[in-house]
């Protein structure tokens, strides 16, 4: 039950609406009545926002009006008063051209919901890819005590008796599909059955990789991120979620008392051993800056030195997240890289990390790897390879793990596009002059290029070369990756094109070399060539003047910053706003 007003540690920020004698109180506590309650149900009691990204247009997350409603259950038994704040669903596959143009749109949204109203508290409803980094900016900058309620991933995929797990699968069979090994008939029945249930992606992809990444600061209840959309232990832990955040309400428990660089660096460790997606390298450093939290893409790399893979998940392994869920999901996974955490960081539950994990245990360890038996040997491959260069001077990223490990050293010719249409439309052709050790580049898929930096990274393979076996390539891109996908793709290269980035000087029939190993990425054209194509440079023409694409294109950062709004980073206060 909530504690008596006394017991507080501060009073409930909702006082200053409900609470006046003035006549602007008796308006709010009027509407409230309007809607059938009794004061008794709301006055003293906190107000907890139910923020819900659910959506029929987001398969991920059809499920969490029913989630919402557990969460009310847990409120209501603690003595808060739920309400429940429809908030933009940013679902992966509907959404274009791209979800990530609307993180910001989201994050700005929850931020502006939370503080606009009476609310004390919020459990945050999201879990397809944008959606949790979204809501989790907007819920640290408005600073009341928050607790992160992931929609949980869909069950385990089969077809004819195969693992598929979505996206990987996806991507894997319409290359399969192009290069003749599968017909129609197939492709049209695997349509129907490789994505069997609610949820989010059950691969490793950005959806569990930030849930996951989420967790392990201390963002959910314990475990959460691991549990399936359908298991019935889902419902429960939402409504635990509802009951914790009214106690959090009482403690003071704001984000800002939770994520300590420490923190964020625990969620470093997470993101590493489970092979996590290259689109969490923008969103931890977007989250850190609106915590005021120094982290860069420097600290993710070195983590990323010293911490393998070790879920055996798809893209980087093989199983599934219901797989990883009954091997004792992500806790178990914590308990064995105790080693590289830092234990002693506040969490949600008002315990510590090391605590909540301190009885984790693991039923499978082929699907949950010690660190001394890894997945992916750090000497193959790792999670995230941080690359600069003559291409890439601010940064570029590349999951390694993922890649075919002949190609991390690597030196080929240059074949590049200046659009995504434009590379569709030539890709298939059969006089295409590529070959298999050919360097594919795609630019102008940046922030502010595309815009939105769409996950057009998993460039194409010709279909001539996957007709003779082909199956990675080196492909180069300043856009982001799916991270269900895999192979050689190198993203983020910063500064983007569109703004002038080196990768707009590149040209086809230039040699490319990458040595993953040694962190480097270059073209190898001499100095003066270099300076003489800049001069000449012109900045790509953009059909967005006006619409929020046109905001968003005035104002992103590049993503080693984040891909935040520039006058949204930082944790400078805006005033509560006046009632009257
Ligand atoms: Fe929503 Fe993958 S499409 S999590």
Redesign the pocket.
């Known amino acids: 039950m909530s504690n008596p007003p006394s017991d507080r540690k501060r009073p409930l920020r909702s006082a200053r609406w409900f609470a006046s004698g003035d006549m602007r109180g008796f308006a709010h506590r009027q509407r409230t009545q309007q809607m059938g309650l009794r004061r008794e149900e709301f006055m003293d009691r906190p107000v907890i926002a139910i923020v819900n990204t659910w959506s029929e247009m987001?398969?991920?997350?059809i499920h969490l009006r029913d989630v919402a409603e557990a969460v009310k259950r847990g409120v209501l038994r603690a003595g808060g008063y739920p309400v429940e704040l429809p908030a933009l669903s940013v679902?992966?596959?509907m959404v274009k051209p791209t979800t990530m143009l609307y993180r910001n749109f989201l994050a700005m949204e929850t931020e502006e919901l939370l503080r606009s109203h009476p609310i004390d508290g919020a459990v945050l409803l999201g879990?397809?890819?944008k959606s949790t980094p979204g809501l989790l900016m907007g819920a640290i900058s408005a600073g009341l005590p928050a607790i992160y309620c992931p929609?949980g991933?869909m069950a385990n995929g089969q077809w004819r008796g195969t693992k598929t797990g979505?996206?990987t699968h996806t991507k894997k069979y319409w290359d399969e599909l192009r290069a003749g090994t599968i017909g129609p008939a197939d492709w049209l029945d695997l349509e129907s059955r490789m994505t069997r249930s609610i949820?989010?992606?059950n691969t490793m992809?950005?959806?569990?990789t930030m849930t996951g990444i989420v967790d392990a600061m201390g963002l959910t209840l314990p475990g959460a991120s691991s549990i399936p959309a359908i298991d019935s232990g889902h419902r429960r832990m939402a409504s635990l979620c509802g009951e914790r955040i009214v106690a959090m309400v009482d403690e003071d428990l704001t984000p800002a008392k939770i994520l300590t660089r420490d923190a964020f660096l625990n969620g470093v460790v997470a993101y590493m051993a489970l092979g996590g997606s290259t689109n969490a390298a923008i969103h931890l450093v977007a989250m850190a800056g609106r915590a005021g939290v120094d982290l860069s893409l420097d600290d993710l790399a070195a983590a990323a030195r010293r911490i393998p893979v070790c879920a055996n998940l798809f893209p980087s392994g093989n199983a599934l997240m219901e797989d990883f869920f009954f091997a004792g999901g992500l806790c178990a996974l914590l308990a064995k890289l105790r080693d590289h955490l830092r234990p002693d960081c506040l969490t949600v539950t008002g315990r510590t990390l090391g605590e909540n994990i301190a009885d984790s245990v693991c039923h499978d360890d082929e699907i949950i790897r010690d660190p001394s038996n890894p997945v992916v040997p750090l000497a193959r491959g790792a999670t995230l390879a941080l690359l600069r260069g003559n291409l890439c001077p601010d940064g570029a990223v590349m999951k390694s793990s993922a890649a075919d490990p002949r190609l991390l050293s690597h030196t080929g010719r240059a074949l590049v596009f200046d659009s995504n249409a434009d590379m569709l439309a030539a890709i298939d052709d059969p006089d295409l002059d590529v070959d298999a050790d050919s360097v594919i580049i795609l630019r102008n898929g940046g922030p502010v290029g595309a815009p939105g930096m769409p996950e057009w990274g998993n460039l194409p393979i010709p279909k001539k070369l996957l007709a003779r076996g082909v199956r990675d390539m080196v492909r180069i891109s300043d856009a982001r990756m799916?991270g269900?996908h895999y192979g050689a793709c190198i993203v983020h290269a910063a500064p983007e094109a569109a703004v002038g980035g080196p990768l707009a000087l590149v040209r086809t029939g230039d040699l490319i070399r990458l040595d993953a190993a040694a962190g480097r990425l270059d073209m190898l054209v001499d100095e003066a060539e270099l300076q003489a194509r800049r001069t000449a440079w012109t900045p790509p023409a953009s059909p967005y003047e006006r619409s929020y694409a046109a905001l968003y294109r005035a104002h992103v950062t590049q993503a080693p910053q984040g891909c935040d709004f520039d006058f949204l980073a930082g944790t400078a206060t805006v005033p509560e706003p006046p009632i009257y």
């Open positions: 987001s398969p991920c997350h679902g992966e596959v879990g397809c890819d929609a991933p979505a996206g949820g989010t992606c992809g950005t959806a569990s799916s269900t």
